[in-house]
T-cell receptor, first 111, second 116 residues
Framework: GDSVTQMEGPVTLSEEACLTI???????????LFWYVQYPGEGLQLLLK?????DKGSNKGFEATYRKETTSFHLEKGSVQVSDSAVYFC??????????FGTGTSLTVIP | GAGVSQSPSNKVTEKGKDVELRCDPISGHTALYWYRQSLGQGLEFLIY????????KSGLPSDRFSAERTGGSVSTLTIQRTQQEDSAVYLCASSPGRTGGWETQYFGPGTRLLVL
């Protein structure tokens, strides 16, 4: 069945460091891919998405490219800030009904 | 405007009791999802409602779990004869439902259920 595997955490980085959180997926067909973020004390919210191969989703300085050849959707940011500290979830859907989420990667950015 | 709300925020119950969890989606959103997040696990899809269509119940883990959505708005997730393994955070999300499930989902704060 469809599934998402994402990088285990927690991840701790210094401010202005580069971030990569790996996400790979298993799915039939051409799923849509998402990154959701959960800031401390808040609900999950969409960070970015890509609906077809080679699409790049971007938001708040974060980017992820839909790579069908490697079945990956890695989240990247060139320079993280303390305010980026959160839990990040990779997700996919093939049907629009069922969404499959990864286990989440906790990021802490220290000043 | 108001986001997705869920109640209660926390629920402690004894094994074997029934519980009801409530979700109020964003007004006008026709799509509604329930998820379960167990400790150390990702979000597990439970059920999906879209307008007046029959819900997609394929994620419900057992027949102790059921959900309904009245009037196309508020939804209730019911767990009968709760077990300790039901302890988790139950999340509800809604989306406009105009272009299918590829839309942004808006999540509620969740209900943290603890079964003793």
């Amino acid at each position: 069945g469809d599934s998402v595997t994402q990088m285990e955490g927690p991840v701790t980085l210094s401010e202005e460091a580069c971030l990569t959180i790996n996400c790979t997926y298993t799915a039939t067909g051409y799923p849509s891919l998402f990154w959701y973020v959960q800031y401390p004390g808040e609900g999950l919210q969409l960070l970015l998405k890509a609906t077809k191969a080679d699409d790049k989703g971007s938001n708040k300085g974060f980017e992820a490219t839909y790579r069908k050849e490697t079945t990956s959707f890695h989240l990247e940011k060139g320079s993280v800030q303390v305010s980026d500290s959160a839990v990040y979830f990779c997700a996919l859907t093939n049907t629009g009904n069922q969404f499959y989420f990864g286990t989440g990667t906790s990021l802490t950015v220290i000043p | 405007g108001a986001g997705v709300s869920q109640s209660p925020s926390n629920k402690v119950t004894e094994k074997g009791k029934d519980v009801e969890l409530r979700c109020d989606p964003i007004s006008g959103h026709t799509a509604l999802y329930w998820y379960r997040q167990s400790l150390g696990q990702g979000l597990e899809f439970l059920i999906y409602f879209q307008g007046n269509s029959a819900p997609d119940k394929s994620g419900l883990p057992s027949d102790r779990f059921s959900a309904e959505r009245t009037g196309g708005s508020v939804s209730t997730l019911t767990i009968q004869r709760t077990q300790q393994e039901d302890s988790a955070v139950y999340l509800c999300a809604s989306s406009p439902g105009r272009t299918g499930g590829w839309e942004t989902q808006y999540f509620g704060p969740g209900t943290r259920l603890l079964v003793l």
